[in-house]
């Protein structure tokens, strides 16, 4: 079983310890999480995981043969090639092993030039080379590329574009599809929901439930976590404690024990306080002198109890909204298009005072276009766009980085946007949002995305607002923060548009959802269970049968299902023929493999030149009739409309 092995792993950046003696075993039954919070150093373990980063101490132990892929958070680009280029390259492992196979062969041939023990280890070795390759899915591999490609969100007019055509979160997909087709033992993925809309994220679900090997995952989608893994590995203080069970379990029972940590900790701060007021106020007492050097002493060996960045939430809430009309927002006739893409068409809109209302749809939709509109931040569109009495919005967008001031530290970047009353408040907003010490003075330059996304919020709660418009406001945050942001969207009374692709926030923030595609848009009056279950009763199908006399009778219609009746029979038919060749030539092939093993043979070099073409043939043959197959199921398809 392929598997690696971490002992004893330490790393220190400066006099911070991010790991310290931390021991892992993943094996290609691993389904497990890496959860912490930011600045923890899951990214840092992955790393050294994937061999990618070495540890100050420790060792990293990897069974020999052992096919580890890792995918980073951001930064992969890919160019010269079209898309089915690329991820032709994710098969490189096996071209390889095909070209040994091919030398493997033609030592084989030329056997009495090979010692009989040699000649048999390479019979076994050309043996193992194509197990691997049958049970690897390489001869299927054009079909597996569509659906890994078409799963992730592509479509088939994307096949053939050059790669440097796609976007950076494009790009991202494409290195994702990379890391699945390799079908590695084990996949380190780190974030890989980050870049993907909600389909996309459910049809990664059921490929990691469906996959063979080990997983070990960095995510902030709980839903997506809950549906994947089933033990948590939590990074503290440099220290690592597994959890059994998916990421709603680990929070049970975490929870019970941080209650405990959180009243120790509380005692100790209380004796703390009480002998740092005694050091205040006997220090230049004489008489006090050795009390005071003791209580010093005290504090000094003192082993401070920790409490996780994850207890320390952001407690905040929106300020009150100012007063609007009970309408707030009008569209009427709106349409926008890009060229001949008529991303919205002729779209009826009204929102109500206090509606929480998601929109959904694929990427590509116009969700975002919408909400650039909406904001007024794209006044290239017709029809109308019409604003309640005393409307005040507030918009938070996708690139809310290039709204921040790198060369600025925090405290300055916040300061400079709020309003004069509340400059003296800043720093108790920036503690509340976990910027405490030190950190405010950090440059915006060097902080990390989830940072970079709560200095946004922070910004936009200066400003009071009665319509708040958020595209994609969890990106980058942790799931502490997502939660928290969530409770104070909860308990906000004025209205709000928003885009996400975190099922877990949808469900409990959506009262409404506006669903966009193909130029048009659907209303749906209720939460986001509401809308799931109309969409699962729209792919159904009507509940009832029309009566025969209702229909239109066409016997034109007619003969046409009665043809395409009998040429679906036909392909099926051929279908099952098939089939049942490829299993008897996937047998032959075993068969051919255990005749070229057999002791007696390998000595005999007609009978093993006889064998090798017997297993070229069967190959063609297996290609032939596997290319037969997809056109036949392609027909299908098309048949079935």
Request: hydrophobic share 35%; with cysteine; charged share 30%.
């Amino acid at each position: 079983m392929a598997f690696v092995n971490l002992t004893g792993v330490s790393l220190a950046f400066g006099d911070r310890d991010v790991l310290k003696d931390v021991n892992l075993n993943i094996c290609t039954t691993t389904r497990a999480a890496i959860t912490g919070a930011n600045g923890s150093g899951k990214t840092t373990f992955l790393k050294i995981m994937a061999g990618k980063l070495s540890p100050d101490k420790g060792s990293t132990i990897i069974q020999k043969g052992t096919r580890i892929s890792y995918l980073p958070q951001t930064g992969l680009t890919h160019a010269g090639s079209t898309l089915m280029e690329e991820v032709e390259k994710s098969f490189s492992f096996f071209h390889t092993l095909i070209a040994r196979k091919e030398e493997v062969g033609r030592r084989l041939e030329n056997y009495m030039q090979e010692t009989k023990e040699e000649t048999q280890r390479l019979l076994e070795e050309d043996h193992d080379i194509q197990e691997t390759l049958l049970n690897s899915g390489f001869y299927d591999r054009k079909i597996v590329k569509e659906k890994v490609l078409l799963g992730l969100g592509f479509s088939r007019n994307d096949f053939e574009k050059k790669t440097e055509a796609f976007s950076g979160g494009w790009q991202m997909r494409i290195a994702l599809a990379k890391i699945l087709l390799e079908n590695p033992d084990i996949m380190l993925l780190d974030e890989p929901t980050n870049y993907l809309d909600l389909e996309a994220r459910l049809w990664l679900e059921d490929f990691i439930s469906s996959f063979h090997g080990g997983v070990v995952l960095v995510s902030h989608d709980r839903s997506f976590l809950d549906s994947t893994v089933n033990e948590i590995y939590e990074l503290f203080g440099g220290t690592m404690n597994r959890y059994k069970g998916n990421y709603s379990e680990y929070e049970k029972r975490r929870s019970q024990e941080l209650e405990s940590l959180v009243n120790r900790y509380k005692q100790q701060q209380d004796e703390i306080a009480k002998v740092e007021l005694f050091i205040r106020r006997f220090r230049y007492q004489a008489t006090k002198a050795k009390q005071v050097q003791s209580r010093i002493k005290y504090l000094e060996g003192l082993e401070r109890i920790e409490i996780p960045e994850s207890l320390k939430k952001m407690h905040f809430s929106f300020p009150e909204p100012p007063h609007s009309g009970n309408d707030v927002l009008i569209l009427e006739d709106l349409s926008k298009a890009y060229g001949d893409n008529h991303v919205i068409n002729h779209l009826d809109f009204f929102a109500a005072k206090g509606e929480k209302i998601v929109f959904a749809g694929k990427n590509g939709a116009g969700k975002s276009t919408l909400m650039r509109i909406i904001a007024g931040k794209d006044k290239n569109y017709t029809g109308l766009v019409k604003y309640g009495k005393d409307v005040k919005i507030e918009y938070f967008s996708q690139d809310f980085e290039a709204t921040l001031d790198d060369s600025k530290t925090v405290v300055e970047e916040v300061e400079d946007s709020a309003p004069t009353e509340l400059i003296p408040s800043v720093r108790n907003l920036l503690g509340a949002f976990l910027f405490r010490g030190d950190d405010i003075y950090k440059k915006i330059s060097v902080l990390s995305g989830g940072e970079k996304n709560r200095i946004a919020l922070l910004k936009m709660l200066l400003h009071p607002a009665n319509l708040l418009i958020l595209d994609e406001p969890t990106n980058h945050l942790d799931l502490i923060s997502k939660d928290i942001l969530l409770e104070a969207l909860q308990a906000y009374t004025g209205t709000v548009f928003f885009v996400s692709h975190d099922k877990y926030f949808i469900e409990n923030l959506a009262d409404r959802v506006l669903e966009l595609g193909d130029g048009k848009a659907v209303s749906y009056p209720g939460n986001y269970a509401y809308y799931l279950e109309k969409k699962a009763e729209a792919l159904a199908g009507p509940k009832t049968v029309e009566k025969p006399a209702e229909r239109p009778v066409v016997r034109l219609d007619r003969e046409e299902e009665k043809r395409r009746k009998r040429e679906l029979k036909k392909l099926e038919r051929e279908l099952e023929q098939v089939m049942e060749e490829l299993d008897a030539l996937d047998a032959e092939g075993r068969q051919i493999d255990a005749d070229m093993a057999l002791p007696g043979n390998y000595s005999d070099g007609a009978k093993i030149r006889k064998l090798k073409d017997a297993m070229d043939r069967n190959e063609k043959l297996k290609e032939e009739k596997t290319a037969r197959w997809e056109e036949i199921e392609q027909a299908l398809d098309e048949l079935r409309g």
